[in-house]
């Protein structure tokens, strides 16, 4: 199985501050016939189901805000909240989904500093 | 507007069987891979299984911890996916959620999510 490891596990950023979560997959998840990343970010908030932010590690879904950013290719990658908004308090997963078996990173716990 | 309902959770004690249900609607439910995803309280997110659409075979792929007492099947006639668990664990106890995977438009990560269904197993 592809291992996916974010890293910090917890960040406290002040309102208008950049947070920046890293994740990391055990091999590349980069997609040949297209040369992209098969990798998500997800937002999930408190009682909510989660919600996809990113996909092929850079391209935002419809309707999330441009102060999110994913970046990063192969084995590493970044999510970025430019100005850490009250709003996105919330837990963030990155995601494979190159292998048939899927995998989510642990976690990053994003809080108000 | 795509919508998926989970349901079949509730309380069942260990070693019994418990089939869960997802329809779907708002989106061409046959073209799309299905796939389970659940949550112990507290704790992270873990795929557990997944159904490819007919075009690809309708095969499945599990979880290592999952795989021989979970089943993931479809029924496209009533755009409702299941997951049929066996032989319940208390670490089985989560919100199960469904979740679109794949579709005709290609792998873009799981853009739809159920509000997911409880599972507790305990004696």
């Known amino acids: 199985d592809i291992v996916m490891t974010q890293s910090p596990d917890s960040l406290a950023v002040s309102l208008g501050e950049r947070a920046t979560i890293n994740c990391k997959s055990s091999q590349s998840v980069l997609y040949s016939s297209n040369n992209k990343n098969r990798l998500a970010w997800y937002q999930q908030k408190p009682g909510q189901p989660p919600k996809l932010l990113i996909y092929?590690?850079?391209t935002r879904e419809s309707g999330v805000p441009d102060r999110f950013t994913g970046s990063g290719s192969g084995t590493d990658f970044t999510l970025t909240i430019s100005s850490l908004q009250a709003e996105d308090v919330a837990v963030y997963y990155c995601?494979?989904?190159?292998?048939?078996?899927?995998?989510f990173g642990q976690g990053t716990k994003v809080e108000i500093k | 507007e795509v919508q998926l309902v989970e349901s079949g959770g509730g309380f069942i004690q260990p070693g019994r069987s418990l089939r869960l249900s997802c329809t779907a609607s708002g989106f061409t439910f046959g073209d799309y891979a299905m796939s389970w995803v659940r949550q112990a309280p507290g704790k992270g997110l873990e795929w557990v299984g997944f159904?490819?659409?007919?075009?690809?075979?309708?095969?499945?792929e599990y979880a290592a911890s999952v795989r021989g007492r979970f089943t993931v099947s479809r029924d496209d006639t009533k755009s409702t996916a299941y997951l049929q668990v066996n032989s319940l664990k208390t670490e089985d106890t989560a919100v199960y959620y469904c979740t679109g995977d794949c579709g005709s438009d290609g792998c873009r990560g799981f853009g739809y999510w159920g509000q997911g269904t409880l599972v507790t197993v305990s004696s």
């Open positions: 092929w590690a850079s």
């Open positions: 159904i490819r659409s007919k075009t690809y075979g309708g095969t499945t």
């Open positions: 995601q494979q989904y190159y292998s048939p078996l899927r995998t």
